[in-house]
T-cell receptor, first 113, second 113 residues
Framework: GQQLNQSPQSMFIQEGEDVSMNCTSS?????WLWYKQDPGEGPVLLIA?????ELTSNGRLTAQFGITRKDSFLNISASIPSDVGIYFC?????????????FGTGTRLQVTL | EADIYQTPRYLVIGTGKKITLECSQT?????MYWYQQDPGMELHLIHY???????EKGDLSSESTVSRIRTEHFPLTLESARPSHTSQYLC????????????FGAGTRLSVL
């Protein structure tokens, strides 16, 4: 099946630093989603992207849908301790009634004060 | 804010017991999903449903079964729990249409002794 590779796998950063993570696929997608998961909770949607080249912001978060439709990146500016968690990308390709998402392997973010 | 609820949040049970994990959503979404996730790892789709009386197996083989008798309710059942079933189980739902944003419950953490 399709695979989404996220990098980096994990990262330690200082509070206030900017963060960048990306997601690459062997196949194209029509939709890219970015989720954050806190320990013991379900993933929460951060940003949704629907067009190749689209750049979308949500507060300190910015995400882009790659031109090739095979990649996406997420940036977090001026990180704070509550940014700690696991970030997952997810891709979707419309194929009739199929509505399954393919999830990435996750990027674990830890912030030091 | 997504209105999707999972119970119980935590379950510790002995081998061989039958269990049902509950999932309900109040958003009127047609599509519902079950994922299995080991701590800090990627999500694996085990079941999904496109509407009442529709259920399909996901990408990861699972010994669990599901039913969809009502739109808002998508329970998952394990007839005979085993230690290999120990994991976190996440339920999600999405509305019909192309956007395919899935909203997740908080999850059930299952431990089989």
């Amino acid at each position: 099946g399709q695979q989404l590779n996220q990098s980096p796998q994990s990262m330690f950063i200082q509070e206030g630093e900017d963060v960048s993570m990306n997601c690459t696929s062997s196949s194209i997608f029509n939709t890219w989603l970015w989720y954050k998961q806190d320990p013991g909770e379900g993933p929460v949607l951060l940003i949704a992207l629907y067009k190749a080249g689209e750049l979308t912001s949500n507060g300190r978060l910015t995400a882009q849908f790659g031109i090739t439709r095979k990649d996406s990146f997420l940036n977090i500016s001026a990180s704070i301790p509550s940014d700690v968690g696991i970030y997952f990308c997810a891709g979707h390709l419309n194929t009739g009634t199929a509505s399954k998402l393919t999830f990435g392997t996750g990027t674990r973010l830890q912030v030091t004060l | 804010e997504a209105d999707i609820y999972q119970t119980p949040r935590y379950l510790v049970i002995g081998t061989g017991k039958k269990i049902t994990l509950e999932c309900s959503q109040t958003m009127g979404h047609d599509k519902m999903y079950w994922y299995q996730q080991d701590p800090g790892m990627e999500l694996h789709l085990i079941h999904y449903s496109y509407g009442v009386n529709s259920t399909e197996k996901g990408d990861l083989s699972s010994e669990s079964t599901v039913s969809r008798i009502r739109t808002e309710h998508f329970p998952l059942t394990l007839e005979s729990a085993r230690p290999s079933h120990t994991s976190q189980y996440l339920c999600a739902s999405s509305e019909a249409g192309a956007k395919n944003i899935q909203y997740f419950g908080a999850g059930t953490r299952l431990s089989v002794l």
